[in-house]
């Protein structure tokens, strides 16, 4: 799977989620809101407000919501023009019924946030930035401009100077505060659902090929007998039309073609791989399984393994899952797109665990993302030679997400880092500098002759014909 098959989607495609019921009930619970807080500074504490504009200011609202809802379909999804004239309206309502009952003095003021915080949330990064730069505007002016609190004596209520430019810093900080924070965490949100997509896309396809090499090899297999059952026919009608040429060369094209099948279906039972191979296979048998769509990309990629302390001579089968051949490609073709020449595969166990270490010449991860690998659509800025070297890469975020989605999966835990690092270097070995990945699993996860995973599965039967 290519990385660019999957990005992450735009403000523009996530506001089109939004349905025009969800605002219009939001807007009623506003309405709502605004009607009580006027009856209540009318009825209860005796303030002189300017009424008429006041319900002028809510009607409008209540008449927006009742066309909206009398002309859109229910079902109704907004575009981003629609969601941003609707997010932009409730903000100017709100600021003009701010005007009318005090501007900053009164501290329902903070309520002005809240379209920001959903702009934020659900819009592209221009309308998310007209939105909150109308807000700081409104707020500027309604420090200044707005009709006074007066008490039903004719007093004004007023704060002091100091805590209405208190109250101007708070909103204005936390209209930026809020609003980057809402948009960075709903970016990353759906950078996430996306790259959990991808990983699942990645995952039902590599699937559907191993299932693939099961229907093969099952078809070489029950193939056998009807085959043979046609070439023994044909040999017996050979012997019976001797004294008649054309129809004794009838049957015997009839048995070279049999045996014409008999060799393809022996193909592609090798291709497909016998049962027993689908489940399990060596460690070393799957990392080069792995490793083939690259072998042959102008890059070497060198194997290696052996046992580690107490880990035995003999080299361990492993579950030959989707996930685990799938990861390993991902990170080799990390490898070998950012290798100078050569990229070296390790495969040690030991009592306990089965680890894969993955090293390239390369210059290795950027040091500035190296904390955040495995994180989805984490991109470095490319100099003009890492585009001259490999012009359709587009990022390196999603392709490591999914390896280390699908191998945590499997039960191993992967770690990052640069062989150039004082930590972390490999001794005589300096020519193995660039990027290191190791994963490790614990034995019992993957091992096929281990706990769970240790399941007769029987002898495999040769195709004979």
């Known amino acids: 799977m290519h990385e660019s098959n999957i990005g992450l989607l735009s403000g523009e495609e996530r506001s089109t989620w939004i349905r025009l019921r969800t605002l219009i009930l939001l807007r009623w619970v506003a309405i709502a809101g605004q009607i009580i807080a006027l009856v209540v500074a009318q009825q209860l504490y005796n303030l002189r407000l300017e009424l008429g504009l006041c319900y002028l200011a809510v009607g409008v609202s209540v008449i927006g919501n009742l066309i909206a809802i009398f002309v859109f379909p229910e079902n109704k999804r907004l575009s981003e023009t629609e969601n941003f004239l609707m997010v932009m309206f409730d903000l100017l309502q709100l600021a003009f019924l701010l005007y009318l009952t005090g501007g900053l003095h009164n501290p329902f003021a903070l309520l002005l946030l809240g379209p920001v915080t959903i702009s934020a949330t659900v819009m592209n990064l221009k309308s998310t930035t007209i939105i909150g730069g109308t807000a700081i505007i409104l707020v500027t002016l309604l420090a200044e401009f707005h009709l006074p609190l007066r008490t039903e004596q004719g007093f004004i209520l007023r704060i002091p100077d100091i805590f209405v430019f208190g109250n101007w810093a708070a909103i204005i900080i936390a209209t930026i505060f809020m ?96 049962d027993l191979h689908l489940r399990q296979a060596p460690l070393s048998a799957v990392i080069q399984e792995a490793a083939e769509p690259h072998a042959h990309r102008g890059k070497f990629i060198h194997f290696e393994e052996g046992p580690g302390d107490g880990g035995g001579y003999q080299q361990p089968s492993i579950m030959r899952k989707p996930e685990v051949i799938h990861g390993l490609r991902n990170l080799i073709q990390n490898a070998v797109d950012f290798s100078s020449a050569n990229v070296w595969v390790e495969a040690i166990w030991t009592e306990d665990v089965i680890s894969v270490r993955i090293l390239d010449d390369g210059s290795g991860y950027p040091a500035h993302v190296i904390g955040r690998l495995g994180d989805p659509f984490v991109r470095k800025r490319r100099s003009e030679t890492d585009r001259k070297q490999r012009p359709e890469y587009e990022g390196m975020g999603l392709g490591l997400f999914i390896a280390k989605t699908l191998l945590e999966r499997s039960g191993a835990e992967l770690s990052f880092a640069n062989g150039s690092d004082p930590y972390h270097q490999i001794s005589g070995q300096r020519e193995r500098c660039g990027a290191i990945v190791e994963v490790v699993w614990p034995r019992s996860r993957i091992d096929a002759h281990m706990g769970e995973n240790d399941i007769p599965l029987g002898l495999n039967q040769p195709i004979e014909i």
């Open 179 to 274: 609003g980057a924070y809402s948009r960075r965490l709903s970016s990353e949100m759906h950078s996430m659902a996306n790259a959990l997509a991808a990983t699942q896309m990645a995952l039902a396809r590599e699937q559907k090929l191993t299932d693939l090499g099961g229907v093969v090899a099952a078809a070489a297999h029950e193939m056998g007998t009807p085959l043979a059952t046609i070439k023994l026919t044909s040999a017996e009608l050979m012997e019976e039309l001797e004294d008649r040429p054309e129809l004794r060369e009838d049957a015997q094209l009839i048995r070279e073609q049999a045996d014409r099948c008999r060799d393809i279906l022996r193909d592609m039972g090798r291709a497909g791989k016998n």
